[in-house]
């Protein structure tokens, strides 16, 4: 059964750091593109960042670009968020995704909450 878990969400003041981690069970991430989506209330799932699956290049959200990065470490089979100068309008439910391909289906976490506010 696959399983995507993330982490490290809670409560940050404004101008603050979090870093979410987003760990594979029975999935194997090595050379699999994956991405971080977040959702605020009311509002539609959108973007944060992509990392590929070859040559590490990565891809972010223009409200987040200079502030949040994606990485991986395809040995712990996980991908991270570090997420800084972090503003009120972060604040969300942050999910981790493995899109679909040809041959299997696409894969969502459970997401972890990010909170700013002083």
């Known amino acids: 059964q696959v399983q995507f878990v993330e982490s490290g969400g809670g409560l940050a003041q404004p101008g603050g750091s979090l870093k979410l981690s987003c760990a594979a069970f029975?999935?194997?991430?090595?050379?699999?593109?994956m991405t971080w989506f977040r959702q605020a209330p009311g509002k539609e799932r959108e973007l944060v960042a992509l990392?590929?699956?070859?040559?590490?290049?990565?891809n972010y959200g223009e409200s987040v670009k200079g502030r949040f990065t994606i990485s991986r470490d395809d040995a712990k089979n996980t991908v991270y968020l570090d997420m800084n100068s972090l503003k009120p309008e972060d604040t969300a439910v942050y999910y981790c995704?493995?899109?679909?391909?040809?041959?299997?289906?696409?894969?969502w976490g459970q997401g972890t909450q990010v909170t700013v506010s002083s």
């Open positions: 995704h493995a899109p679909p391909t040809g041959s299997r289906a696409g894969y």
């Open positions: 029975g999935f194997s991430i090595s050379r699999i593109t």
């Open positions: 990392i590929l699956g070859t040559g590490g290049l990565t």
